[in-house]
């Protein structure tokens, strides 16, 4: 059985952030089933070790029920453990984030009779099952030092956007207002490795139509 | 049995970094057990449920094993997963990296009959077992980036030290030459809440004497 005493229980949880509007949202699901069954938790599910390859492509299976959408992003935060985090006994979930482009946030939907809710991931609105709360945070921490150690996160994005709206990303995750010039001529360093234009393509706007650009192909967040 | 279709077969590894001089070194053991036995490898052991708190005891307590001194500082790195990478079947390896303290490199020996040796972490000069090498790689990169950020590795210091020998375990992590007068300032804005004088208390040196430094004890790495 689960959580003996040889074995621990092992699950993936994934925290999938993407951005609606320009607020930096977090998908929760209604557990439909024990333990915690009625609460509200992020995406996940026990390993199958006769059918994943690792623990990634586990997280990536059990994102499969809820996301109609292959997740271009997905990275390890940590691993939680213990005997008490999860009622079916010793358990260990190994927590990914993963980011989910803006313009398809109607590519998720709940799994049979499971509810989702996406909400704001520094304020659920709610106490999440197991250790969850401390899972978010964690999640949400990493993606914030990410992006404040200077990466984009142009996976949040469609596939061409503007480099208002990747601004407008940066300062959903971190929270802060950034100065658009400083910002630019940041981003001028990385134009041609990690984004380019895409010619002759321009998004209407209040003023003068703004250049598109989409991502490389060598992009690494 | 361990890896077999319903769970995995978990252990935890240890990426243990001392400095020997000013070089930057990683604790090796050769294995006396089957798989992989006689070769290299990181110090590690099977997760036991029925002894350990969490991963981070698991660790800890394969670690004691190994050397007769409480470390002051673990940190996961990440989980390693998968159907091949040990042969006893699908498995996981949450790994750990620990920082000892220099002048305490003689409190760590091989258990039993087990060989163990300190090596360069970049050159580690032989095939680690297991996927040790990548793991290796993986601890090596997650400690590098601390210290790039800006992080000050006090645990791998004596109780007392001089801003010299900090600067010298800064640049042994990095492998690049810091800017005395520069680094002096960073310091500057540490001090008080990382690190206080020991009043009274210098080096002797080729120049004048030292002022000798502890952490404080709400230090966090």
Redesign the interface.
């Known amino acids: 059985m689960?959580?003996?005493?040889?074995?621990?229980f092992?699950t993936t949880d994934v925290a999938l952030f993407t951005l609606d509007g320009d607020a930096l949202r977090v998908l929760v699901v209604k557990r439909t089933n024990e333990p915690e069954r009625g609460r509200w938790a992020l995406p996940g599910g026990a390993?199958k070790?006769?059918l994943d390859?690792?623990?990634a492509a586990s997280a990536r299976r059990v994102l499969a029920e809820k996301v109609r959408f292959d997740i271009p992003y997905l990275e390890?935060v940590?691993?939680f453990?213990?005997?008490d985090r999860d009622s079916r006994?010793?358990s260990?979930s190994?927590l990914f984030y993963a980011l989910l482009p803006k313009d398809r946030i109607d590519a998720v939907a709940g799994h049979k009779t499971e509810a989702i809710e996406w909400v704001d991931p520094d304020r659920p609105g709610r106490e999440l099952a197991f250790d969850h709360d401390r899972q978010l945070a964690e999640a949400l921490a990493q993606l914030r030092a990410k992006i404040e150690?200077d990466a984009l996160p142009l996976h949040l994005l469609p596939d061409r956007f503007t480099l208002t709206e990747l601004q407008r990303a940066c300062e959903a995750i971190t929270g802060e207002a950034l100065d658009k010039s400083a910002f630019r001529r940041r981003l001028k360093l990385r134009e041609g490795k990690e984004f380019v234009e895409v010619p002759g393509e321009f998004a209407e706007g209040a003023h003068r139509p703004a250049q598109y650009y989409r991502r490389t192909r060598g992009f690494r967040f």
Chains 1, 2 share one sequence.
């Open positions: 689960a959580g003996d005493k040889l074995f621990p092992v390993l070790p006769s390859e690792d623990l390890q940590c691993a453990s213990g005997r006994g010793w260990i190994v150690h």
